[in-house]
């Protein structure tokens, strides 16, 4: 997959505790992900559910907010 170039995207910060941060870097690790591929799919499947949550009947998702440009969520 594909990473946008140093310096063109922003970078978060965040500390998980220490327990969580282990488990996850194991899951990915084993799927041979990096975590931060891992987390960027997180948030996509995160956004989905959310619009679903907000969606009015009838529509399949909510108020559509600009995706920033990634190669690393799976399509």
Not at 45 to 66: C, L, T
Request: proline share 13%.
């Amino acid at each position: 997959m594909g990473r946008p170039a140093t310096g063109q995207t922003k970078v978060m910060g965040f500390r998980p505790p220490k327990p969580l941060r282990d488990e996850f870097e194991e899951l990915a690790a084993a799927e041979e992900r990096t975590p931060s591929d891992a987390l960027i799919e997180a948030m996509h499947d995160w956004i989905k559910k959310k619009r679903r949550e907000r969606a009015p009947e009838g529509r399949p998702e909510g108020p559509r907010v600009p995706d920033e440009e990634s190669d690393n969520h799976p399509k």
